[in-house]
């Protein structure tokens, strides 16, 4: 949830997100290699717009998880 400023100080956006770990990650005890982030930018006080970003984590790589935390909290 993205609060704005305005008047009353209510919230201006709400989102949910959510990464769920695969089945075949649960076979192989394999970590969620996917990240997001949703970001809200403020102008005047209030959100005015939302930033969302997701990133699906290169499975080949050896720490996909971090890199998709990363780009997605740079």
Known sequence: RVT????SGEACWRYAARSVVGTSHIRKDVVCQD????????A????????????DGAG?????DRGA???CTA
């Open 44 to 55: 005047l006080r209030r959100a005015d717009a939302v930033i969302a970003v997701a990133a």
């Open 69 to 71: 935390q990363k780009a």
């Open 4 to 7: 704005g400023g305005g008047r």
């Open 35 to 42: 990240f997001c982030a949703i970001h809200g930018v403020d």
């Open 60 to 64: 080949s790589a050896a720490r996909a």
